[in-house]
């Protein structure tokens, strides 16, 4: 047999004929080679008393490497029980706690990835299933396997045979965090060596981050949203000053009838209202609740794994969410370069959309550094862009560089142009959820169909309708947003700041200075002050460990800001840097 797990090593649950394979095994190894337990005539060793596991296998070439059992909570019986009392065990024994157990590798196996895959197999088997907390009684010999994944000893030390046991425990939360924290490239490289036919993902799947992290202060369940005074939320970029005066009274004035009355179904009068104020045609406008579920809708119907995609990086996360953990297409980042400023290079954007793509999608300006490319320069770049089958403008911040920058006409016009804009944060109603697409008929038709009715809610239409009639206020507001911004650079450059990204949005991304502690530590250090800011470090190598991005607030809460950032950066250059320590990967059993 060939023992390089590499070859088709076939991790799946054991059935009825591969159980028998497992108990002759478990004779092998822990009555014949270990000792634990008298020989048996029919070198069988079964489970015995009230366990009733779930044994996942490793197979190599059809014949058993190797098998770790799970007990579920509903079993009458843990293999724990057999050694201690549950009085004697710091853990609460209800539906949340599974156990892994007997975790065993064919003994000419060993050195290879055989357990590691094994041991992953039974943490994610367990997370799929809704357990919060693992049990487990690992072998002194193969303990560290435990403990690298984050398990940790709750104080009983034992022996069975000749063999000695440690007591040993772990949230599936901590081990997920240690898996991705530590984990990620032994697990690409061992996720090849597997035939995955558990019918559950291989990976947990992630849920898209946005921030908002403010609300485990406020409280989700708004038991008291008066704590929201204590809190300075600038990690999202909701807008700073309050929705038009026209728009809050139509809502205060008519809220009990818009509480309780279905919308119209197709937003049919905020698609006219767009249209009219847009100038375009009714029928080149889709609308959706808030740009995010038009991207979930637009990518899931146009793109699959075999898609080519072309994204600037850094950019808006949400895409990179949709493109690599929901769609599975191949993506290519089109690298904005810290040593040029980010400033995206025009030719050579398009040398590379000349490649051929089946979507670009480019965020301008952009998040998170705040740049914008002019109307001009956009269209020179689209007028060269036909070997791309579609390019989606996402457009969320156009209006802080003027809504005449908007390439809503071009796109009505165009055979591959999208544009995305929502009515979210520089309308101020991002807590009620409206957006839409501008395109050519022929690009929505097929989104239309597989849009769900009331996609947009009553109140959500009403101020977004009443929004597009009150141009001056949010003139007005842009133009103190861009005050605002300036005055809050100035400040971040006296407190010693130097690189700052020149935006011309409503935020700000800088670095911080070299000899400080990294982004996510200043966050963090900010975060038990109130203050919450976005740590962006890791949306791209090139952007480095000590890059952030700040919203902008009303003149008051600004100086709020920057009181506590400036203590906590002032704090920080006394304090040692801390090499990062990086554990080595699941050892080899």
């Not at 809190?231 to 509480?259: C, G, N, R």
């Not at 197709?266 to 045609?281: H, M, N, P, T």
């Not at 009303?554 to 040692?576: C, H, W």
Request: proline share 4%.
């Amino acid at each position: 047999m060939n023992k390089d797990p590499r070859q088709c090593l076939r991790i799946s649950i054991a059935n009825t004929d591969e159980r028998e394979s497992i108990y002759h095994m478990r004779h092998d190894i822990y009555a014949t080679e270990l000792g634990q337990y008298e020989s048996r005539t029919n070198e069988s060793l079964p489970d015995t008393g009230n366990v009733n596991s779930v044994y996942i296998t490793a197979s190599l070439d059809g014949k058993l490497a190797g098998f770790v059992g799970i007990t579920h909570p509903d079993s009458p019986q843990f293999s724990v029980d057999k050694f201690l009392s549950r009085e004697e065990i710091p853990l609460t024994f209800d539906e949340s706690l599974y156990e892994i157990r007997a975790l065993t590798v064919k003994k000419d196996l060993r050195g290879f990835q055989v357990a590691a895959c094994l041991m992953y197999a039974a943490f994610r088997w367990i997370e799929s299933h809704g357990g919060k907390n693992i049990i487990a009684i690992g072998r002194s010999d193969v303990l560290d396997l435990y403990l690298r994944i984050g398990m940790k000893p709750i104080g009983h030390t034992f022996m069975c045979g000749a063999v000695t046991y440690e007591l040993i425990s772990a949230g599936t939360h901590d081990v997920a965090n240690q898996i991705k924290s530590s984990f990620q490239l032994r697990l690409k490289r061992i996720k090849k060596y597997m035939d995955w036919q558990l019918g559950i993902a291989f990976h947990s799947p992630s849920e898209c981050y946005h921030g908002g992290a403010f609300f485990d202060v406020i409280g989700d369940q708004f038991d008291d949203l008066n704590r929201r005074k204590d809190i300075i939320s600038a990690d999202v970029l909701d807008a700073w000053y309050p929705p038009p005066p026209l728009v809050q009274k139509v809502l205060t004035d008519h809220i009990e009838f818009i509480m309780q009355t279905s919308p119209p179904t197709r937003s049919d009068g905020l698609v006219k209202s767009i249209a009219e104020a847009r100038g375009v045609r009714d029928d080149c406008i889709l609308t959706g609740g808030g740009s995010s579920a038009l991207i979930f809708l637009a990518f899931r119907q146009w793109l699959n794994p075999s898609s080519k995609v072309l994204v600037l990086n850094p950019t808006y996360g949400e895409y990179l969410h949709v493109l690599d953990q929901v769609v599975k297409c191949k993506v290519e980042r089109f690298s904005l370069k810290r040593s040029d400023g980010y400033q995206l290079n025009l030719e050579s954007l398009k040398k590379k959309l000349a490649e051929g793509f089946d979507l670009f999608v480019w965020v301008n300006p952009n998040s998170p550094t705040g740049l914008h490319v002019s109307k001009s320069d956009v269209e020179a770049v689209l007028r060269e862009s036909s070997t791309c089958k579609r390019v989606w403008i996402d457009e969320t911040y156009i209006e802080y560089a003027g809504s005449e920058h908007s390439m809503e006409s071009f796109a009505m016009q165009s055979e591959n142009v999208i544009v995305c804009k929502s009515m979210s944060k520089i309308y101020a109603l991002s807590g009620l959820r409206s957006a839409y697409l501008c395109a050519s008929p022929h690009q929505l038709e097929e989104l239309k169909v597989i849009t769900p009715p009331w996609s947009v809610s009553l109140p959500a239409q009403i101020a977004a309708t009443y929004a597009l009639q009150s141009n001056d206020y949010y003139a007005m507001r842009y133009r103190e947003t861009k005050e605002l911004r300036e005055k809050l650079v100035m400040e971040l450059y006296n407190m010693g700041i130097k690189e700052i990204i020149p935006g011309i949005a409503n935020f700000i991304m800088f670095h911080l200075p070299a000899e400080t502690e990294t982004a996510d530590f200043i966050a963090k250090k900010c975060r038990n002050d109130g203050l919450f800011i976005r740590d962006i470090s890791r949306m791209d190598s090139e952007v480095g460990q000590h890059a952030i991005r700040m919203a902008v607030k009303d003149e008051a809460t600004n100086k709020r800001m920057l009181g506590i950032f400036k203590n906590v950066l002032n704090q920080s250059y006394s304090i040692p840097r801390r090499d990062e320590i990086r554990e080595p990967i699941f050892t080899s059993y």
